[in-house]
Protein backbone atom coordinates (compact mmCIF):
# COMPACT_ATOMS: atom_id res chain seq x y z
CA UNK A 1 0.00 0.00 0.00
CA UNK A 2 0.90 4.03 0.31
CA UNK A 3 3.32 4.86 2.93
CA UNK A 4 5.91 7.21 3.38
CA UNK A 5 9.29 5.97 5.12
CA UNK A 6 11.34 8.83 6.86
CA UNK A 7 14.75 9.12 8.38
CA UNK A 8 14.42 8.44 12.28
CA UNK A 9 15.28 11.35 14.56
CA UNK A 10 16.68 13.04 16.66
CA UNK A 11 18.46 15.07 14.35
CA UNK A 12 20.60 17.55 16.76
CA UNK A 13 22.47 20.57 14.90
CA UNK A 14 23.71 23.63 15.82
CA UNK A 15 22.37 26.35 14.36
CA UNK A 16 23.81 27.50 11.26
CA UNK A 17 24.74 24.26 10.65
CA UNK A 18 22.90 22.59 7.18
CA UNK A 19 19.89 20.84 7.51
CA UNK A 20 18.61 17.18 5.34
CA UNK A 21 15.54 15.06 6.54
CA UNK A 22 15.19 12.30 4.40
CA UNK A 23 11.69 11.31 3.02
CA UNK A 24 10.79 8.41 0.46
CA UNK A 25 7.66 7.13 -0.70
CA UNK A 26 5.87 4.38 -2.44
CA UNK A 27 2.04 5.30 -4.05
CA UNK A 28 0.04 4.15 -6.73
CA UNK A 29 -0.49 6.76 -9.43
CA UNK A 30 0.65 10.07 -8.85
CA UNK A 31 0.70 11.39 -5.30
CA UNK A 32 1.35 15.01 -4.17
CA UNK A 33 3.76 15.66 -1.37
CA UNK A 34 3.68 17.68 1.68
CA UNK A 35 6.06 18.26 4.45
CA UNK A 36 4.42 19.42 8.19
CA UNK A 37 6.13 20.89 10.88
CA UNK A 38 4.43 20.32 14.78
CA UNK A 39 6.15 23.05 17.10
CA UNK A 40 6.05 21.85 20.70
CA UNK A 41 2.62 21.78 22.01
CA UNK A 42 0.94 23.23 18.56
CA UNK A 43 -1.08 21.26 15.61
CA UNK A 44 0.53 20.60 12.48
CA UNK A 45 1.36 23.34 10.02
CA UNK A 46 1.87 23.13 6.54
CA UNK A 47 5.28 23.55 5.20
CA UNK A 48 5.74 23.20 1.84
CA UNK A 49 3.94 21.24 -0.75
CA UNK A 50 4.86 19.90 -4.53
CA UNK A 51 2.04 18.56 -6.77
CA UNK A 52 4.26 17.10 -9.75
CA UNK A 53 8.27 15.50 -10.50
CA UNK A 54 10.48 17.81 -9.89
CA UNK A 55 8.24 20.31 -8.39
CA UNK A 56 10.02 22.40 -5.54
CA UNK A 57 8.08 23.61 -2.40
CA UNK A 58 9.48 26.29 -0.54
CA UNK A 59 8.85 28.24 2.41
CA UNK A 60 10.59 29.70 4.97
CA UNK A 61 14.37 28.69 3.82
CA UNK A 62 13.12 25.62 3.36
CA UNK A 63 12.81 23.47 0.25
CA UNK A 64 12.06 19.82 -1.37
CA UNK A 65 12.06 18.73 -4.75
CA UNK A 66 9.88 16.17 -6.04
CA UNK A 67 12.04 13.46 -7.37
CA UNK A 68 9.73 10.99 -9.18
CA UNK A 69 12.84 8.60 -10.41
CA UNK A 70 14.08 8.44 -6.30
CA UNK A 71 10.88 8.23 -4.96
CA UNK A 72 12.12 11.01 -2.75
CA UNK A 73 11.12 14.29 -1.35
CA UNK A 74 13.64 15.53 0.89
CA UNK A 75 13.30 18.32 2.98
CA UNK A 76 16.42 20.85 3.35
CA UNK A 77 17.33 24.12 4.89
CA UNK A 78 20.84 25.70 4.32
CA UNK A 79 21.06 27.17 7.56
CA UNK A 80 18.69 26.13 10.69
CA UNK A 81 17.74 28.22 13.85
CA UNK A 82 17.13 27.37 17.80
CA UNK A 83 13.67 28.63 16.30
CA UNK A 84 13.17 25.26 13.75
CA UNK A 85 13.28 22.84 16.78
CA UNK A 86 10.46 20.85 16.09
CA UNK A 87 9.02 17.92 14.53
CA UNK A 88 8.74 17.26 11.03
CA UNK A 89 6.53 14.95 9.21
CA UNK A 90 6.64 14.00 5.36
CA UNK A 91 3.25 13.16 3.44
CA UNK A 92 1.67 12.24 0.85
CA UNK A 93 -2.26 12.38 -0.84
CA UNK A 94 -3.11 10.15 -3.80
CA UNK A 95 -6.33 11.31 -4.37
CA UNK A 96 -6.90 14.94 -5.09
CA UNK A 97 -10.72 14.64 -4.69
CA UNK A 98 -10.04 13.93 -0.57
CA UNK A 99 -7.75 15.26 2.23
CA UNK A 100 -6.72 12.50 3.53
CA UNK A 101 -2.94 12.12 4.01
CA UNK A 102 -0.48 9.54 4.60
CA UNK A 103 2.21 10.37 6.83
CA UNK A 104 5.55 9.16 7.74
CA UNK A 105 6.86 9.06 11.07
CA UNK A 106 8.07 12.12 11.99
CA UNK A 107 11.39 13.54 12.45
CA UNK A 108 12.37 15.55 15.58
CA UNK A 109 14.96 18.15 14.98
CA UNK A 110 16.97 19.73 17.62
CA UNK A 111 18.91 23.24 17.03
CA UNK A 112 21.40 23.70 19.42
CA UNK A 113 22.06 27.70 20.03
CA UNK B 1 -9.53 34.78 12.57
CA UNK B 2 -9.75 31.77 15.37
CA UNK B 3 -8.08 28.60 14.72
CA UNK B 4 -9.47 24.94 14.93
CA UNK B 5 -10.11 24.53 18.68
CA UNK B 6 -10.87 21.41 19.84
CA UNK B 7 -12.49 20.02 23.56
CA UNK B 8 -11.28 19.19 25.82
CA UNK B 9 -7.76 19.39 25.23
CA UNK B 10 -6.79 16.30 27.72
CA UNK B 11 -9.71 13.11 28.68
CA UNK B 12 -8.81 10.48 31.14
CA UNK B 13 -11.04 7.70 30.68
CA UNK B 14 -11.32 3.77 31.90
CA UNK B 15 -11.06 0.92 29.73
CA UNK B 16 -14.94 0.02 28.23
CA UNK B 17 -16.10 3.92 28.63
CA UNK B 18 -16.83 5.72 25.98
CA UNK B 19 -15.64 9.40 24.63
CA UNK B 20 -16.97 12.39 22.62
CA UNK B 21 -14.49 14.34 21.08
CA UNK B 22 -15.19 17.89 19.65
CA UNK B 23 -13.91 19.80 17.12
CA UNK B 24 -14.86 23.06 16.10
CA UNK B 25 -13.34 24.47 12.31
CA UNK B 26 -11.81 27.52 11.08
CA UNK B 27 -14.89 30.06 10.41
CA UNK B 28 -15.87 29.53 6.72
CA UNK B 29 -14.17 25.91 6.87
CA UNK B 30 -16.68 23.07 5.39
CA UNK B 31 -14.75 19.94 5.66
CA UNK B 32 -12.96 18.57 8.77
CA UNK B 33 -10.74 15.34 8.86
CA UNK B 34 -10.00 13.65 12.22
CA UNK B 35 -6.97 11.99 12.73
CA UNK B 36 -4.81 9.82 15.84
CA UNK B 37 -1.46 9.95 16.66
CA UNK B 38 0.48 7.87 18.61
CA UNK B 39 4.02 6.65 19.29
CA UNK B 40 3.53 3.40 17.36
CA UNK B 41 1.63 3.95 14.60
CA UNK B 42 2.51 7.74 14.24
CA UNK B 43 -0.33 9.65 11.97
CA UNK B 44 -3.53 7.90 10.90
CA UNK B 45 -6.52 9.10 8.98
CA UNK B 46 -9.59 8.19 10.66
CA UNK B 47 -12.66 10.41 9.18
CA UNK B 48 -13.37 13.37 6.77
CA UNK B 49 -16.63 15.15 6.69
CA UNK B 50 -17.34 17.77 4.13
CA UNK B 51 -21.29 19.20 4.51
CA UNK B 52 -22.31 16.78 7.08
CA UNK B 53 -21.18 13.79 4.92
CA UNK B 54 -18.67 11.32 5.79
CA UNK B 55 -16.87 11.24 2.70
CA UNK B 56 -13.91 8.66 3.49
CA UNK B 57 -12.48 6.77 6.28
CA UNK B 58 -9.72 4.98 7.61
CA UNK B 59 -8.98 1.20 8.51
CA UNK B 60 -10.12 1.91 12.19
CA UNK B 61 -13.14 -0.45 13.95
CA UNK B 62 -16.64 0.39 14.14
CA UNK B 63 -15.96 1.74 17.78
CA UNK B 64 -14.60 4.89 16.08
CA UNK B 65 -17.51 7.17 14.81
CA UNK B 66 -17.95 10.52 13.86
CA UNK B 67 -20.33 13.01 12.78
CA UNK B 68 -20.66 16.97 11.59
CA UNK B 69 -23.39 19.30 12.18
CA UNK B 70 -24.86 21.96 10.12
CA UNK B 71 -22.20 24.41 11.45
CA UNK B 72 -19.22 22.43 10.13
CA UNK B 73 -18.24 21.34 13.60
CA UNK B 74 -17.64 17.92 14.34
CA UNK B 75 -17.48 15.26 16.99
CA UNK B 76 -15.70 12.14 17.18
CA UNK B 77 -17.19 8.94 19.46
CA UNK B 78 -14.77 6.16 20.33
CA UNK B 79 -16.76 3.17 21.89
CA UNK B 80 -15.72 0.80 24.75
CA UNK B 81 -12.63 2.47 24.99
CA UNK B 82 -9.30 -0.08 25.11
CA UNK B 83 -5.81 1.17 26.30
CA UNK B 84 -4.64 1.17 22.84
CA UNK B 85 -7.04 4.11 22.25
CA UNK B 86 -4.83 6.56 24.10
CA UNK B 87 -3.58 9.01 21.71
CA UNK B 88 -3.57 12.24 20.43
CA UNK B 89 -6.86 12.93 18.13
CA UNK B 90 -6.15 15.68 16.00
CA UNK B 91 -8.68 17.38 13.96
CA UNK B 92 -8.00 19.82 10.46
CA UNK B 93 -10.35 22.02 8.70
CA UNK B 94 -10.13 23.10 5.43
CA UNK B 95 -12.72 25.44 2.90
CA UNK B 96 -13.05 22.57 1.26
CA UNK B 97 -11.97 19.05 -0.31
CA UNK B 98 -8.87 18.63 -2.33
CA UNK B 99 -5.64 19.22 -0.89
CA UNK B 100 -3.83 21.30 -3.63
CA UNK B 101 -6.32 24.41 -3.32
CA UNK B 102 -7.28 23.87 0.14
CA UNK B 103 -4.79 22.92 2.98
CA UNK B 104 -5.51 21.85 6.41
CA UNK B 105 -5.37 23.42 9.58
CA UNK B 106 -4.76 21.68 12.53
CA UNK B 107 -6.03 22.08 16.05
CA UNK B 108 -3.23 21.55 18.65
CA UNK B 109 -5.86 18.17 19.49
CA UNK B 110 -7.05 16.06 22.80
CA UNK B 111 -4.71 14.08 24.33
CA UNK B 112 -6.91 10.98 25.55
CA UNK B 113 -5.49 8.65 28.09
CA UNK B 114 -7.53 5.34 29.00
CA UNK B 115 -6.55 3.64 31.67
Known amino acids: GDSVTQMEGPVTLSEEAFLTINCTYTATGYPSLFWYVQYPGEGLQLLLK?????DKGSNKGFEATYRKETTSFHLEKGSVQVSDSAVYFCALSVDGATNKLIFGTGTLLAVQP | KAGVTQTPRYLIKTRGQQVTLSCSPISGHRSVSWYQQTPGQGLQFLFEYFSETQRNKGNFPGRFSGRQFSNSRSEMNVSTLELGDSALYLCASSLAVGLLNSPLHFGNGTRLTVT
Open chain 1, 50 to 54: ATKAD
